[in-house]
């Protein structure tokens, strides 16, 4: 009895507490501003516990209690605290470790808002940033200074999909007491275990695999301490970030399917990696699950699967062609937000993005998601494309 359950189990009980909702199995959508308290006095000794009960909207309720529980402990870590969206996440952490006059280290290819962020934002307020390639490893200690406060870490690289040696960087920040950060939305908290790998503090883009379903915009973060969810609980209070409780309610279901959906997206991605490779238009497939992809040794050791996104590069082709390869796609849809159920095609520009190392600007990259459908479906529709893109349609 009592033994520890497995991932599986824990993805569909978690967070769930029907003693409490009159035997309510999903914990309801609580939709609130005020809460009413019975005297003057229990006010003000709510005051003191307002991120442990329930004080007012803003601070939590217990919809989104539940699903900071979900997400904890898909994570591995020892609480969470969720925020309006996945880039909200993101300044709710780099603001809680980082003072003016302080230094980031951040990945060149973190996600885009991420880096606008670095630049236009962080600066402004006297945060000083320093891209660092992002298969530097452990001679990132050569870009430490006394002022470095954070390292900032994300696994697969956005748009590029390297994979960081996340070990070897922590060993090196926690010589220097320095918090290292991770945008860790691509494996969902399920293929990849931050808090295993010597990450302090782990942000998920909820919006993608967590909710998936598209219909969500929801950011968490997850610390490993106490002490360091306190910070961020306080930090993301100060910034007056809070999730509406139909969105907590929808994240906490996506939750209970993540796994199979995860299963799903990952074999359909490996299905069209593998149409991808084989074709002549085709000069790289960047998936970490494919020796070629930067990292993809480390891949093997730290994560347990792929999920559902991953890079093309073609040969040289016309913008022309491959706007009207994709504009033609009938299951394939152009936007961004993948992680739900639905495949997703879209150019990428890597080169506007990176300030670190040799970027071939002549080289036209695509970014897929592989969404649910059936693979063979979306093999068809990749044929009729690449036709379009070698000018026969
Ligand atoms: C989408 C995304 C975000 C931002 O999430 P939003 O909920 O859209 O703000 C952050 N990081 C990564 C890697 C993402 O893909």
Redesign the pocket.
């Known amino acids: 009895m009592n033994k520890p359950k497995r991932q599986s189990t824990r993805l569909v009980h978690a967070g769930n507490h029907p003693e409490l909702h009159h035997g309510v199995m999903n914990t309801p959508t609580y939709r609130t501003s005020t809460v009413l308290f019975p005297t003057v006095a229990s006010m003000k000794e709510g005051s003191k516990k307002r991120f442990d009960t329930f004080y007012y909207g803003r601070y939590g309720t217990p919809t989104t209690m539940a699903l900071e529980e979900a997400v904890a402990d898909l994570e591995g870590g020892y609480r969470s605290v969720s925020v309006s969206?996945?880039?909200?996440?993101?300044v709710s952490s780099l603001l809680s470790f980082l003072k003016c006059g302080d230094h980031l280290l951040m990945v060149d290819a973190?996600?885009d808002?991420?880096r606008n962020l670095c630049k236009g934002f962080l600066a402004k307020y006297g945060i000083e940033t320093t891209f660092y390639d992002p298969l530097i490893g452990k001679d990132i200690e050569n870009l430490i200074s006394d002022s470095t406060k954070v390292i900032f870490t994300?696994s697969p690289c956005?748009q590029t999909f390297e994979i960081q040696d996340i070990p070897a960087i922590a060993q090196v920040a926690h010589q220097h007491n320095i918090k290292v950060i991770m945008?860790n939305?691509?494996s969902a908290g399920y293929f990849f275990k931050p808090f295993d790998h010597g990450v302090d503090i782990s942000?998920q883009?909820?919006?993608?695999y967590i909710s998936g379903h598209a219909d969500v915009?929801?950011?968490i973060v997850t610390t490993n301490t106490s002490q360091d969810w306190e910070i961020v609980k306080r930090t993301s209070s100060y910034l007056g970030y809070c999730v509406g409780g139909d969105d907590a309610y929808l994240t906490s279901r996506g939750i209970r399917t993540l796994e199979v959906r995860l299963e799903r997206h990952q074999d359909n991605a490996i299905r069209l990696a593998k149409w991808f490779k084989k074709r002549p238009e085709v000069k790289a497939v960047l998936h970490p699950a494919f020796e070629d992809c930067p990292g993809h040794e480390i891949w093997k050791r730290d994560f347990s699967g792929a999920s559902g996104?991953f890079g093309v590069v073609l040969n040289r082709f016309e913008d022309e062609r491959i706007s009207h390869m994709i504009d033609g796609m009938e299951l394939f849809g152009i936007g961004?937000?993948?992680?739900a159920f639905e495949s997703l095609m879209i150019p990428t520009y890597p080169s506007k993005i990176r300030s670190i190392g040799d970027w071939n600007t002549d080289q036209k990259y695509i970014r897929i998601h592989a969404g649910q459908e059936d693979p063979d479906d979306l093999i068809a529709d990749l044929e009729n494309g690449f036709e379009r893109l070698n000018g026969k349609a």
């Open positions: 969206s996945g880039l909200s996440a993101i973190a996600y808002p991420t994300e956005s945008d939305t691509w942000i883009a909820a919006t993608k915009m929801i950011g996104l961004f937000s993948w992680g």
